[in-house]
């Protein structure tokens, strides 16, 4: 069940579609894995293609353009049912291949839901331009929830490492990964700003006071990380 107020916060947008517009855009799509299936294509990664004709494992496709293409079936790759559009988990997909992978991503971050599963992992994709997903109303809807109740957030990821470091008294690790300008240095800040924030001061002090104090922890792991900056790097969390 969700939270009203959550709805209504300008972030929420960027975080889950309202049941409603979910199944508006499940509803638009007129393909299925019977019909279609996904093609290589060199601009697109893979569009997809109208099965026109099936002969044993030889297909006859029409292509978006119109245009017809023969090809084997092993080059083909199946098209999820419409239930899994913009899926949050991508582990959860019927068909688990890449043209599904790259679809469910690029759909995602077309509506600028930047952060998806994809069972253990988070992926993020780089927006170039500042959400409202980082003030401290969405990161409260974050606090103490479990992974499956908020949408896929760098703070669920967060939240879950500090439980599990207070509950089991154990240090944990976060590997964020990625090529130079995914983003993986503004994550690494928002990743210690949101610990400073539920480690940082006591409950009825989490105000303006302690986003002070959390950006004093943010400079201070900042410089101290900055000097093993390279495109892969952990962080280590010591209670
Ligand atoms: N969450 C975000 N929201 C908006 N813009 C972002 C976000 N993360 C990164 N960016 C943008 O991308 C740029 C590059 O990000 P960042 O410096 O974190 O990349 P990086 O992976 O650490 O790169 P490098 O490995 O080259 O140091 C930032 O300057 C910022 O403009």
Known sequence: MVNLEWIQDPGWQYLRLTDDVAL????????????????????????IADISIVEGNNYTLTLPNGETRKVNKDETQEINPAKYEKTEDMANLTFLNEASVLHNLRQRYYGMMIYTYSGLFLVFINPYKMLPIYTDS???????????????????VSDLAYRNM??????????????????????????????????????????????????????????????????QYILFLKQ
């Open 24 to 47: 508006k855009e499940q509803a638009m799509r007129k393909f299925d894995n019977k019909t279609h299936c996904w093609v290589p294509d060199p601009a697109e990664g893979f569009i």
């Open 138 to 156: 969405v990161a409260n809807m974050y606090v103490n929830r479990r992974r499956s109740e908020v949408p896929p957030h760098l703070f669920a």
């Open 166 to 231: 207070m509950g089991e008294k154990e240090n944990q690790s976060m590997l964020i990964t990625g090529e130079s300008g995914a983003g993986k240095t503004e994550n690494t800040k928002k990743v210690i700003s949101y610990f400073a924030r539920i480690g940082g001061a006591p409950k009825e002090q989490k105000s303006k006071k302690s986003v002070r104090f959390s950006d004093q922890i943010v400079l201070f792991a900042v410089i101290l990380f900055y000097p093993f900056k390279t495109p």
